[in-house]
């Protein structure tokens, strides 16, 4: 939970313990065997309620999140009724008197297009509703009014007034981080759109050039280069999961690699080096491949910097993925051209132009994003000296899981 949420509860929590009732209804009494002063029970309580209707709300302002958010909320106020609303009509209605239902759009009106909370007359004439007043509070997020919370009871009460107020202000940050995830998720798949869009024409036509060159040669050949180019094109441009595992990352990086020796032959030379135990350690999808793609291109697709390669010695690329304890080390290791240090630093600080070393920079920062900035990419160059690049993947982290 956030400081502004937690701050929201808070307030909530001294408005409940302080007063010790809301709307003539008492706290229950503990038992003696309870550890603590009522004010803590009811903190505690409030603060456990609140916990349970918060993960629904990370999913944005939807009938389905009000559904199940709506029971905890009113139990958070105490009062008899609560609804959500979004712009256009009531979400949800949870409590007694579901008939004042059709009338909440007409008296929240303001509240929408005005963004101030309002307090009403319920205006019923069935003599047995308990509701007779309500106040009605907006949900926004960004300076934008996605909705309202209604809440209902017996009489008119200035603490139920202040009480929504500060449960709808937990709403809205609960709201907010919905956005923030939504905000988050878009700019991955951004991220994953620039990556594909490095699998450029230009490296599709090399592919399918050098795999026709075998067609009357060695047809068999060239049979199996057009199923793995298939193949690493489908899991290049899949549309599910923003994650993948290890295993399949490599399996694609051995495709990849498949096309650049159908077309570089004895000028690129490839070791791997695996531990099987690291295969099911889930990662960010196309995390690994734009890594070895900047080896070859950088190596054998014109260098920035050519450097001389004795009795044109093929340029060695090593790939191992090992077993680090808690963590999964991966390190992409070429005897290239390397670039300086201080070109590399402005390539990762996204100084470098709009396409030079896109693979760099949006691997590391999507690494960061994911595990924090422990876990940005580890560089070694220098000019002449090829490249080290070193991956750290935790082998468990909430929310990470291969699709």
């Known amino acids: 939970m956030t400081g502004a949420g937690i701050a929201a509860v808070a307030v909530l929590c001294l408005l409940l313990s302080g007063t010790g009732f809301l709307l003539g209804r008492t706290v229950r009494p503990k038992r003696t065997s309870d550890v603590g002063t009522p004010v803590e029970h009811a903190t505690f309580a409030t603060l456990h309620t609140a916990s349970l209707a918060a993960p629904p709300l990370r999913a944005g302002l939807t009938e389905e999140s009000a559904r199940r958010s709506a029971r905890g909320l009113r139990s958070l106020l105490g009062t008899d009724a609560l609804c959500l609303t979004d712009r256009d009509r009531v979400l949800v209605w949870d409590g007694e008197g579901e008939h004042h239902g059709r009338d909440v759009m007409h008296h929240v009106a303001g509240v929408l297009s005005g963004g101030r909370d309002a307090a009403f007359d319920s205006g019923c004439d069935d003599l047995d509703c308990p509701l007779r007043w309500a106040v009605a509070v907006p949900l926004t997020v960004d300076h934008r009014v996605l909705g309202t919370l209604v809440a209902y009871a017996p009489r008119e009460s200035a603490v139920l007034a202040r009480a929504a107020g500060e449960v709808a202000r937990w709403v809205c940050v ?225 929310g990470v899981h291969g699709s």
């Open 174 to 398: 609960q709201l907010e981080l919905a956005e923030l995830d939504r905000s988050r998720t878009q700019l991955i798949e951004a991220e994953i759109k620039a990556l594909r869009a490095q699998i450029s024409p230009h490296f599709i036509f090399n592919s399918l050039a050098a795999i026709a060159s075998f067609v009357r040669t060695d047809p068999e050949r060239a049979r199996e280069l057009l199923l793995e180019f298939a193949d690493f094109t489908r899991y290049s441009f899949r549309r599910h999961g923003e994650f993948t595992t290890l295993a399949d990352e490599l399996h694609s990086i051995d495709q990849y690699l498949a096309l650049a020796r159908a077309r570089f032959g004895e000028r690129l030379s490839v070791t791997l080096q695996v531990a099987p135990e690291v295969l099911p350690v889930s990662l960010p999808f196309l995390c690994l491949q734009p890594l070895v793609e900047n080896a070859v291109k950088h190596g054998l697709e014109g260098a920035a910097v050519p450097v001389a390669r004795a009795g044109d010695a093929p340029l060695r690329i090593t790939i191992s993925a090992l077993d680090a304890g808690a963590e999964a080390e991966v390190v992409i290791e070429d005897d290239g051209s390397g670039m300086e240090p201080e070109r590399l630093r402005r390539i990762l600080r996204g100084e470098g132009g709009a396409s030079v070393g896109i693979g760099l920079l949006n691997v590391d920062e999507r690494l960061r994003q994911v595990y924090g900035d422990d876990y940005g990419l580890v560089i070694e160059t220098g000019v002449g000296a090829g490249m080290r690049i070193t991956v750290r993947l935790p082998k468990y982290r909430a």
